[in-house]
């Protein structure tokens, strides 16, 4: 995978999609404990239309680079991350989409370096207290150190585990063991990624959007929501609250679908996607 050394952190990416694209560039940006293999199936369907698609894997505990610095390793700090990598990329114009911690990290991104995104797309996430919703802000709260993290992840080795509420059973309808095995392997075999993983709970322990949320009209760009519904986490309610927020907002209700709505519904956020960047669905 190629990579961007950065200050903070070194990010590796993947792309697919011609890079001479006729249409903007579409970042992929994945929550927490996670990576961007989460929009593999979205992103495969925008490059056979066209899209230049860029998915970094962020330091959100599936990475596998040790941070640079942990300091960073607050939202508002990934935010700045990931803005530093869109700039090393030169990327402008951007359609950026976001899911889950990801979402919240987007709102951060549009509040403090708008000047890179040209349309946001965001499916269900984190939004005003819900930073992260239950049951999880009590997970997170339970892992603010690295021996924490080790101890908890230890528990996750049967998938029965990992599909359960504590993990991932909450968040899709469908889900691949294999992948969510990879995805909490480097918190669970390497003490310097758990570390990592403890420092960005306690970032996110020390904040949430609502003082993000009164600033967000001002991202006057074109904004998609896209929401499923059947979510317990984030519920629709939570979703509707959140597009109200934007001046120029289109919300796509997804019934079938839970938090990872571009594994449960992916042909949604797909076609939302190229609608938002004004290309046939």
């Not at 929009?39 to 495969?44: I, Q």
């Not at 390793?73 to 990329?89: C, I, K, R, W, Y």
């Not at 003082?211 to 991202?219: D, E, Q």
């Amino acid at each position: 995978m190629p990579h961007v050394t950065l200050p903070a952190a070194t990010v590796r990416y993947r792309e697919s999609g011609p890079e001479d694209s006729a249409f903007p560039p579409v970042v992929f940006v994945h929550g927490a404990l996670v990576d961007s293999r989460l929009w593999d199936t979205v992103a495969h369907r925008l490059a056979g239309q066209g899209f230049r698609c860029i998915l970094p894997d962020l330091p959100l505990g599936s990475h596998t680079i040790p941070v640079t610095d942990r300091a960073a390793l607050s939202p508002e700090g990934v935010a700045d991350l990931l803005h530093d990598f869109l700039t090393a990329l030169d990327l402008e114009d951007v359609t950026l989409v976001g899911n889950d911690t990801g979402g919240g990290l987007c709102q951060f991104l549009i509040d403090a370096h708008p000047e890179r995104i040209g349309r946001l797309v965001l499916t269900n996430c984190d939004a005003f207290d819900k930073f992260p919703p239950f049951p999880f802000n009590a997970v997170f709260a339970l892992m603010r150190t690295r021996p924490s993290v080790t101890a908890l992840m230890a528990t996750m080795g049967p998938t029965a585990m990992r599909h359960s509420a504590l993990g991932f059973g909450l968040l899709a309808k469908k889900l691949d063991p294999d992948l969510t095995a990879s995805w909490l392997r480097p918190t669970r075999t390497d003490r310097r990624i758990a570390g990592d993983f403890a420092a960005l709970a306690r970032g996110i322990g020390r904040t949430d959007l609502t003082h993000v949320a009164p600033r967000l009209h001002r991202f006057t760009k074109p904004v998609t929501v896209v929401w499923g519904l059947d979510d317990r986490c984030f519920t629709p309610a939570l979703g509707r609250r959140l597009a109200a927020l934007f001046p120029h907002c289109n919300m796509i209700e997804v019934p079938h679908a839970s938090t990872f709505v571009s594994l449960d519904h992916p042909e949604a956020v797909s076609d939302a996607i190229m609608q938002t960047a004004g290309a046939k669905a």
